[in-house]
């Protein structure tokens, strides 16, 4: 069974920084992308940032020139470093993993986090 431990949420000013941090454990022979996801009361939860296993990114255009999502391959955790905070960006972020259990074989899975809040106080 695979975990993913988030943590870093927290309340920040507009304007402030906050990183948040996931890390995974149990059965992966390899990743095939690393992302964040964010969910707003009432809303759907949305991509926020994605790294494919080569290391190619992709964000949504919100966050675009503001936030910034990491991996280190070594400790199996990713990061999103989030700067200018603004009160928009308030939402229960949620880490995600894609992920083979075995090398060399097709069948992919997903892994979430328990989410952790944000919030953004203007």
């Known amino acids: 069974q695979v975990q993913l431990a988030e943590s870093g949420g927290g309340l920040v000013q507009v304007g402030g920084s906050l990183t948040l941090s996931c890390v995974a454990s149990?059965?992966?022979?390899?990743?095939?992308?690393n992302g964040w996801y964010r969910q707003r009361p009432g809303e759907a939860r949305e991509l926020v940032a994605v790294?494919?296993?080569?290391?190619?990114?992709n964000y949504a255009d919100s966050v675009k020139d503001r936030f910034t999502i990491t991996r280190d391959n070594n400790k199996n955790t990713w990061y999103l470093q989030m700067r200018n905070l603004q009160p928009d960006d308030t939402a229960v972020y949620y880490c995600n993993a894609r992920y083979r259990k075995r090398a060399f074989t097709a069948s992919q899975y997903d892994a979430w986090g328990q989410g952790t809040q944000v919030t953004v106080s203007s």
């Open positions: 790294m494919a296993s080569g290391g190619g990114t």
């Open positions: 149990g059965s992966i022979s390899s990743f095939t992308a």
